[in-house]
C-alpha cells in the first residue's frame, strides 16, 4: 500500500525557519497537503494543493514540492507552531485512497 | 462558518457495532463529500471512508468488509457503522468534509473528534 515519509522530529529556535520533509512516489502527479494538530486538538489544514494557504493561516507557513518530496516550511517560527504536523496525499492508482504521512512533531525551543 | 460534530459512542465492547452521527451546520449535506476518518492512540490518521450524498461511498479497503457511511439529508447528517470491533479499533474517530471529492480528495473542516473505546 502506498506510504508518505516523514522524519519523526524537526527542532527550531523561535524565529528560525523549520522544514518538514514528505517523501511520497504518487507526488509529482498529487497533490499534497499539510495538516497541524496541537495537543488536544482536531487537525487543521494550513497547505493544500501543494502551496496554497486556506484564509486565516499566518503568511509563515508556507508549502512546496520538487519531485517525490514535498516541504512545508514555517518562516519565522513561534512558540505557537509547537505541533504535530502532517502530510497528505493520495495514491496513483486506480480511484484516489487517502493517506497520511506519519507525523512530525515541531518543538519550538 | 462550517461545524460539524461527532456523536458520543461511550465504551464498546469486542464484537458489538460502533454507530456514529455527523452533525453538520453552516454546509448543505447535498453540497459536498464527507468523510470519516480515525486517529490511534499512536497518533497515526487513518482514512476510513467518504460518501457523496446521492452517490455510492468510498472505504479504506482495509476496513471495507466492516463499514458502511450513509447520509441523511433531512437532519444533515451522516453516519458511520464499523462492525466487530476490536480493541484495534481504539481510537479517536472524525468527522470532516472534503470539499471536491473525485480525484483529488481532501479536508477542510473537521469535528473536534470522539473517543472510542473497546474494551471488555
Known amino acids: 500500500s502506498y506510504e508518505l515519509t516523514q522524519p519523526p522530529s524537526v527542532s527550531v529556535s523561535p524565529g528560525q525557519t523549520a522544514r518538514i520533509t514528505c517523501s511520497g512516489d504518487a507526488l509529482p502527479k498529487k497533490y499534497a497537503y499539510w495538516y497541524q494538530q496541537k495537543s488536544g486538538q482536531a487537525p487543521v489544514l494550513v497547505i493544500y494543493e501543494d502551496n496554497k494557504r486556506p484564509s486565516g493561516i499566518p503568511e509563515r507557513f508556507s508549502g512546496s514540492t520538487s519531485g517525490t518530496l514535498a516541504t512545508l516550511s514555517i518562516s519565522g517560527a513561534q512558540v505557537e507552531d509547537e505541533a504535530d504536523y502532517y502530510c497528505y496525499s493520495t495514491d496513483n492508482s486506480g480511484p484516489p485512497r487517502p493517506v497520511f504521512g506519519p507525523g512530525t512533531k515541531v518543538t519550538v525551543l | 462558518q462550517v461545524q460539524l460534530q461527532e456523536s458520543d459512542p461511550g465504551l464498546l465492547k469486542p464484537s458489538e457495532t460502533l454507530s456514529l452521527t455527523c452533525t453538520v451546520s453552516g454546509a448543505s449535506i447535498g453540497n459536498y463529500y464527507w468523510t470519516w476518518i480515525r486517529q490511534s492512540p499512536g497518533k497515526e490518521l487513518e482514512w476510513i471512508g467518504s460518501?457523496?450524498?446521492?452517490?455510492?461511498?468510498n472505504y479504506n479497503p482495509s476496513l471495507k468488509s466492516r463499514v458502511t457511511i450513509s447520509t441523511d439529508l433531512s437532519k444533515n447528517q451522516f453516519s458511520l457503522k464499523l462492525h466487530s470491533v476490536t480493541a484495534a479499533d481504539t481510537a479517536v474517530y472524525y468527522c470532516?468534509?472534503?470539499?471536491?471529492?473525485?480525484?483529488?480528495?481532501?479536508?477542510?473542516?473537521w469535528g473536534q473528534g470522539t473517543l472510542v473505546t473497546v474494551s471488555s
Open positions: 460518501i457523496y450524498y446521492g452517490g455510492s461511498a
Open positions: 470532516a468534509r472534503d470539499p471536491y471529492g473525485g480525484n483529488s480528495p481532501y479536508f477542510d473542516h
